[in-house]
């Protein structure tokens, strides 16, 4: 018998203290469904792409359902988790017979009246197919409890930040559900909780003293008959299970399951402040001493504006903009209005923008300038660095601007600038400036650690601190999590 295994996903990684609310719209404009989401998919270093490619190793049927992927943003409006739960569903009703189901959801996805957004497509799913066993894969970058998985049979996350290897999640994925249908057992599944909310900055898993730990999880792997899953978790999430935890699908069983997510667990425990300190962060000031006097270089300087969570702060833009550094790029600068501007005045010509900072006060006040509008129009690519390799990203209105030594890209879509695409979309290297200004958290590490002359790391006044002590929680109790509570 060929087994028949539907895929679906939603995800999104939500600041829930953004006024930026992503509604329905968005998610219906990236959605993707059915045949559509197979031929997208197929082949590319994605969750999905590993999912079908797996499901083809093992003979079975993939029935796509529905996928959306919205980035990472603020919150999701109420609409939009009803709309989600909406095309799951009724497309997993029109599929025929299932025999197992694999959901992708981030994890961290942030709604005002769900608590929990993945528990709730969980369960939702769980209640249209009571028979049917599901196993969801997540991002590395999730929260989650047990709770949430109370009708899924295992849950497996990214083991890479960068995320290099989401494509081999939705293959550990399949294997599981997989070995439940051939065999009937049904694996012991653990979570655990360091109580450590750490900044994404510092969720890097090449960083020490994680890294060994999350070695460890490895090597436990090779010993023993399981799946172990180390989540950073997402700080600017507020929910009752921010933070890191552990989790372990294990084919020994239940109490062997806990036995090893409980033993990670105290090893993240113990190590948990030089986790939450494991790379210098610097001010904005430090970071003009240290570019200044200017010396050409034969690789660029990354300056990571790792609080902006929006892709539109205008605070590295103000600090660098006419300082003797040398060239500089802005990738991606998230900013709809302006790049509709530049697109409707054709390059070469002059325009006088606002550009940035509208997502919140947080964002710093727009840089007004006259800049000049090196190329404009509408612009789509395929991914060629390893994270996400081969899907297809659409920045929609898009521009390359001059303004004094800056030049930025600004788009109209929420696009991660973690590789060199920004630059050769335009015909440019990132070797070919002297200073690069990007916006990413981890991401960036995989094609920029070997590329740059170095990396400074600035904090700036927005919505993505390094001191997550600064942030409001109303759902997470921090009384008994670090760093607050020693």
Same mark, same amino acid.
């Given at each position: 018998?060929? =087994?028949?295994?539907?895929?679906?996903?939603?995800?999104?990684?939500?600041?829930?203290?953004?006024?930026?609310?992503?509604?329905?719209d968005?998610?219906?404009k990236?959605?993707?469904?059915?045949?559509?989401?197979?031929?997208?998919?197929?082949g590319t270093?994605t969750?999905?792409?590993?999912?079908i490619?797996q499901?083809?190793?093992?003979?079975m049927?993939?029935?796509?359902?529905f996928e959306?992927n919205?980035? @990472?943003?603020?919150? @999701?409006s109420?609409n939009?988790?009803?709309?989600?739960?909406?095309?799951?569903?009724?497309?997993l009703?029109?599929?025929?017979?299932l025999?197992?189901?694999?959901?992708?959801l981030h994890?961290?996805?942030?709604?005002p009246?769900?608590?929990?957004?993945?528990k709730y497509?969980?369960?939702?799913?769980?209640?249209?197919f009571?028979?049917?066993p599901?196993?969801v894969a997540?991002? =590395?970058?999730?929260?989650?409890?047990?709770?949430?998985?109370?009708? @899924?049979?295992a849950?497996?996350? =990214?083991?890479?930040?960068p995320h290099?290897?989401?494509?081999?999640?939705?293959?550990?994925?399949?294997?599981?559900?997989?070995?439940?249908l051939?065999?009937?057992q049904i694996?012991?599944? @653990?979570?655990?909780?360091?109580?450590i909310?750490?900044?994404?900055?510092m969720?890097?898993?090449?960083? !020490?003293?994680?890294?060994?730990?999350?070695?460890?999880?490895?090597?436990?792997?090779?010993?023993?008959?399981?799946?172990i899953?180390?989540?950073?978790?997402?700080?600017?999430?507020?929910?009752?299970n921010?933070?890191m935890?552990?989790m372990c699908v294990?084919?020994d069983g239940? &109490?062997a399951?806990?036995?090893?997510?409980d033993?990670?667990?105290?090893a993240?425990?113990?190590e948990?402040?030089?986790?939450?300190?494991a790379?210098?962060?610097?001010?904005?000031?430090?970071?003009?001493?240290?570019?200044?006097?200017?010396?050409?270089?034969?690789r660029?300087t990354?300056?990571?504006? &790792?609080a902006?969570?929006?892709?539109d702060?205008?605070h590295?833009? &103000?600090?660098?903009?006419?300082?003797?550094?040398?060239?500089?790029a802005v990738?991606?600068?998230f900013?709809?209005?302006?790049?509709?501007?530049?697109?409707?005045?054709?390059?070469g010509?002059e325009i006088?923008?606002?550009?940035?900072?509208h997502s919140?006060? &947080?964002a710093g006040?727009?840089?007004?300038a006259?800049?000049?509008v090196?190329?404009?129009?509408?612009?789509?690519?395929?991914?060629?660095g390893?994270?996400?390799?081969?899907a297809?990203?659409?920045?929609?209105?898009?521009a390359?601007l001059e303004i004094?030594?800056?030049r930025i890209?600004?788009?109209?879509?929420?696009a991660?600038?973690?590789d060199?695409?920004?630059?050769?979309i335009?015909? !440019?290297r990132?070797?070919?400036?002297?200073?690069?200004?990007?916006?990413?958290?981890t991401?960036?590490?995989?094609?920029?650690?070997p590329r740059?002359?170095?990396?400074?790391i600035?904090?700036?006044?927005?919505?993505?601190?390094a001191?997550?002590?600064?942030?409001i929680?109303?759902?997470?109790?921090t009384?008994?999590?670090?760093?607050?509570?020693?």
């Amino acid at each position: 018998m060929k =087994y028949r295994i539907a895929y679906a996903g939603f995800a999104l990684e939500s600041v829930s203290s953004s006024p930026f609310i992503i509604d329905q719209d968005l998610f219906e404009k990236n959605a993707l469904h059915g045949t559509e989401l197979l031929e997208k998919q197929k082949g590319t270093n994605t969750v999905a792409g590993g999912v079908i490619e797996q499901l083809e190793e093992e003979s079975m049927q993939c029935i796509p359902i529905f996928e959306s992927n919205a980035g @990472a943003l603020g919150p @999701a409006s109420d609409n939009a988790v009803r709309y989600a739960e909406h095309e799951i569903i009724t497309g997993l009703q029109a599929a025929g017979h299932l025999d197992g189901i694999v959901l992708f959801l981030h994890g961290a996805c942030w709604a005002p009246s769900y608590p929990d957004v993945e528990k709730y497509i969980i369960d939702a799913v769980h209640h249209a197919f009571p028979d049917t066993p599901i196993v969801v894969a997540l991002d =590395y970058h999730g929260n989650v409890n047990a709770d949430t998985f109370t009708h @899924a049979k295992a849950a497996v996350a =990214y083991h890479h930040s960068p995320h290099t290897d989401m494509g081999e999640t939705g293959k550990r994925a399949v294997k599981i559900l997989s070995r439940i249908l051939r065999t009937g057992q049904i694996p012991g599944f @653990a979570l655990a909780h360091p109580n450590i909310v750490i900044p994404s900055i510092m969720s890097a898993t090449a960083l !020490e003293p994680l890294a060994s730990i999350i070695a460890s999880a490895r090597n436990l792997e090779k010993t023993g008959d399981c799946d172990i899953s180390v989540m950073a978790g997402f700080a600017y999430a507020d929910s009752p299970n921010t933070g890191m935890t552990v989790m372990c699908v294990d084919w020994d069983g239940q &109490h062997a399951a806990h036995d090893k997510a409980d033993q990670l667990t105290k090893a993240l425990h113990a190590e948990r402040k030089a986790i939450s300190t494991a790379q210098p962060v610097m001010s904005v000031e430090q970071m003009l001493q240290t570019l200044t006097p200017f010396a050409p270089k034969s690789r660029p300087t990354v300056v990571l504006e &790792h609080a902006d969570r929006l892709n539109d702060s205008t605070h590295g833009m &103000h600090a660098l903009r006419g300082k003797p550094v040398g060239r500089v790029a802005v990738p991606f600068l998230f900013d709809p209005h302006t790049a509709k501007q530049a697109v409707t005045a054709g390059s070469g010509a002059e325009i006088q923008v606002a550009l940035g900072g509208h997502s919140s006060h &947080h964002a710093g006040t727009p840089l007004t300038a006259t800049a000049k509008v090196i190329w404009s129009g509408e612009k789509s690519y395929a991914v060629s660095g390893r994270m996400m390799h081969g899907a297809q990203v659409n920045l929609g209105a898009t521009a390359l601007l001059e303004i004094d030594n800056l030049r930025i890209s600004v788009v109209s879509v929420f696009a991660f600038a973690i590789d060199g695409d920004p630059f050769y979309i335009f015909n !440019e290297r990132p070797e070919d400036y002297d200073v690069i200004l990007l916006r990413s958290k981890t991401h960036y590490r995989d094609f920029y650690v070997p590329r740059a002359e170095q990396i400074l790391i600035i904090d700036t006044p927005d919505l993505g601190p390094a001191n997550v002590k600064q942030l409001i929680y109303k759902q997470l109790n921090t009384s008994t999590a670090y760093p607050w509570h020693q």
